[in-house]
């Protein structure tokens, strides 16, 4: 129960919020290089090249990135702040995440617990609504990596 709290306990923040905006002011968002070497990994794993822009925006408080679509394409837009203040892995985390909607059509995934070898309850998916906290990162995304990048692509 304790781990529970632990690892949960800071969820709530800093939600992928996806597809509820329609901020036209996005519609011409221009790619960050930022953005490449994550998005990389994305394609290494998908096996094609992936064709949705990567831009910063000023989010709302507690959204951390959303996939917007557009008439005619899809783009995908980063809280800056809150970028600023992630680590690698999260940031990995909320790309993968956000290409997961874009380009994979993937929901968010409501079953949100796995327990790992170590008999700590971690998130089954990266596609939970909130992005993982530093103790998620640290016990459950770290070394179980390969896992939750073949549970994005199934
Ligand atoms: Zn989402």
Redesign the pocket.
Known sequence: MIKRILLYGSCLLFL???TRFNYVKFANAKHNPVFDSYKKTFEDMWGQKVNVPISFGNLNKNDAG??LTLTTRKVIVVDRKYWNHIDHYRREILIL??LG?CVLGRG?YKENAIVNINGDICPKSI?V?SNFNSIEVARCYVPYRRYYLKELMK
Do not use: A, G, I, Y
């Open positions: 992928f919020s996806c959303f996939c995440h956000e909607h968010h596609m609504p």
